[in-house]
């Protein structure tokens, strides 16, 4: 009952209202100069210094999914779990690589999405709209499982009910603050309210992993129990350590995640907001702090084994509900006060992705979409106002995902949408470093990418929850004729079509001459600076010189 956690729940809904104040107030916060345009309202007037984007990028990466989800792989199927922590730690030095150069190029055209810079670069407003879906399609179930992070923590304080209103409402009141400050603030709200979610979260962490190996026995013990734990399991993968069956599956989801990680438009759209080069060459050197952060979080799902902890009951007769394994470990080992502020963390952990996530689909949708296809001749200050009504519908869409369907769902769903992003990679991050790929070619590529995903994850089928198709991302090889219990993560698989399409048809259609458009960047778009004089929007640039190779 709610009333046995009370002291929690205040706690809890203090800090909640104390963020969101500060979402309100940060619409006047760093004096924007007019929020009726896309770079104020959608980008925070690209004008965020290194610590304000350390702790939007951040908060934007390590999500309150990420919180209670990584623990509960842990806990369920132990080494598995600890896929996120290489794959955060792999993906700096590789965007290092490519996000001075986008944000450069964005700089100078005025980019906000990556599918500005795809209609720019290969001159083919239909592979802006494959980027540009392909975005938005992926980052609402996201969106979704920052509720599923929100309702793990409401179901753990007893504030959810039976009925379906009664379970929801505390999301829906939780959402609506959210959508009101994001509508009123726009990327200024998240990045302001980064700064009291990750010191909760640090100190939230700091605080378990060392209170709680002491209560527990020390690590030892705790250790020994989920070895014990996973050696009766009857699942080949289970163990504290990995093992030959799943160690494939293990490298390959590292990697995909990682190439997959800043594809997604409210990765991009953090890194837009910076200053300058500097600002970003300084984060990709700073964020792998956060990794060590992700590997002590990944360890709560052993201390929950250790502490005998025992999921909430799921949605359906008989299930469990693994997101609640973290808030329970808390409910029971934190006294209630400091169990409050772990909560609050979580919540607050689910707002700052959320509003930044809703903001890089509203620009994508009004950018590449309204803008390209709806309204040519929108004006910046109605762009803005598309923007902002499109960030309402896109929370009222994830909302719907919670609501109406089952969590797991949204999960299964979130699986997929790193599958999807994936084929962006091609147009996305190869395109700033060549324009050899021809525009046909890659949509060809896409398409292949994406059917090959689709079938795959069709394939897969989960006999513990009953699911026959999509209950995954882990392709078994067999399935390829292979004799062996080994898997694969199908973005690795399907992104490496989309590649193998995209080269082989640009070599034919080179060879047969067709047209492949104008480049609209040149070469020193790509290393402009804080300061550089911009282009003009609507100006062309000279066809021969924009086709210079990039170096």
């Known amino acids: 009952m709610w009333r ?93 690589l490519v996000l001075c150069r986008l944000w450069s190029v964005s700089h100078r055209h005025g980019f906000v999405t990556p599918a500005d810079f795809v209609r720019n670069r290969f001159d083919s407003p239909v592979l802006a709209l494959l980027v540009a879906i392909t975005g938005i399609v992926a980052t609402m179930p996201y969106i979704a499982l920052q509720l599923v992070g929100i309702e793990a923590v409401l179901k753990t304080m007893g504030v959810t009910g039976d009925s379906t209103v009664a379970r929801h409402l505390p999301i829906i009141i939780a959402f609506a603050i959210l959508a009101a400050y994001t509508y009123q603030s726009g990327l200024r709200a998240p990045a302001l309210i980064a700064f009291v979610k990750d010191t909760l979260i640090y100190i939230v962490i700091l605080v378990a992993v060392l209170y709680l190996p002491y209560k527990l026995g020390g690590w030892g013990e705790i250790f020994d129990a989920a070895d014990a734990k996973f050696k009766a399991s009857a699942a080949p993968g289970d163990g504290i350590l990995l093992n030959a069956n799943n160690q494939l599956q293990y490298i390959t989801l590292a990697f995909g995640s990682a190439l997959a990680l800043f594809l997604y438009p409210h990765s991009i759209t953090g890194v837009l907001a910076s200053r300058n080069r500097d600002v970003i060459k300084r984060n990709m050197s700073a964020l792998p702090a956060y990794s060590l952060l992700l590997g002590l979080i990944a360890l709560l799902g052993f201390m929950a084994i250790a502490a005998g902890v025992k999921p909430l009951p799921g949605a359906t007769a008989g299930s469990v509900d693994s997101n609640t394994v973290v808030p329970v470990l808390f409910d029971q080992q934190f006294p209630n006060w400091f169990a409050g502020v772990a909560y609050a963390a979580i919540g607050i952990g689910a707002l700052v992705p959320a509003a930044i996530m809703s903001i890089a689909a509203a620009n994508l949708f009004t950018r590449n979409i309204y803008k390209e296809y709806l309204k040519r001749d929108a004006s910046p200050a109605q762009e803005a106002q598309v923007s902002k009504v499109t960030s309402l519908l896109v929370k009222v869409g994830a909302l719907a995902f919670i609501i109406f369907l089952d969590p797991q769902f949204s999960i299964d769903l979130q699986l997929i949408g790193g599958v999807i992003i994936l084929q962006t990679l091609p147009a996305v991050a190869l395109g700033l470093y060549t324009r050899w790929f021809h525009r046909t070619a890659l949509i060809a590529g896409w398409a292949a990418g994406m059917g090959m995903g689709m079938w795959m994850l069709y394939q897969i089928a989960n006999p513990a929850t009953g699911k026959k198709h999509f209950a995954g991302s882990a392709f078994p090889l067999s399935e390829f004729g292979f004799d062996t219990k080994k898997t694969i993560y199908v973005g690795i698989v399907a992104v490496l079509v989309n590649l193998v399409v995209a080269a082989l048809l640009t070599l034919v259609l080179r060879a047969a001459k067709v047209t492949d458009g104008v480049d609209h960047t040149t070469p020193d778009d790509y290393f402009a600076d804080e300061g550089d004089p911009r282009v003009t929007p609507g100006t062309e640039r000279d066809a021969d010189s924009a086709r210079e190779p990039v170096a």
């Open 4 to 96: 046995d956690h009370l002291t929690e729940i205040i706690v809890f809904t203090v800090l909640f209202l104390l963020v969101s104040a500060m979402g309100f107030v940060a619409a006047r916060w760093r004096a924007p100069r007019d929020m009726a345009h896309l770079d104020e309202w959608g980008l925070g007037g690209r004008n965020f210094g290194g610590w304000i984007t350390w702790f939007l990028v951040g908060g934007d990466l390590y999500t309150a999914y990420t919180f209670v989800a990584v623990p509960a792989l842990v806990f369920g199927a132990g080494a598995m779990g600890f896929f996120a922590v290489p794959y955060t730690i792999v993906i700096y030095p590789l965007v290092f």
